[in-house]
């Protein structure tokens, strides 16, 4: 698995150990990419629940997951909105 080694995002530097200092409080660009990964993973049959699912997704992609949580808050629960099953 390639690493990011020192690449510059929109909050802050990822180090070499693959974790984030951050300087402001804009949103990480992979949290949209993070969001997808979930939803994919949430139409697996199977698939958990979407707590395990989010978990799961941050720690493969070493995103800080308190800061994930918090951008899915001011996203309006749209992830849960995705994660209610549909009628058929």
Do not use: N, W, Y
């Not at 660009?29 to 629940?49: C, D, H, Q, S």
């Amino acid at each position: 698995m390639a690493t990011r080694k020192g690449r510059q995002t929109a909050v802050g530097t990822v180090t070499s150990g693959g974790s984030r200092s951050t300087s402001t409080t804009e949103e990480d660009p992979l949290f949209g990419v993070a969001m997808l990964k979930i939803a994919l993973e949430l139409k697996r049959p199977g698939a958990g629940t979407l707590e395990a699912i989010v978990s799961r997704v941050m720690a493969r992609m070493q995103l800080d997951e308190g800061e994930f949580r918090e951008f899915l808050q001011r996203q309006g629960g749209l992830l849960r909105t995705i994660a209610k099953p549909h009628p058929t």
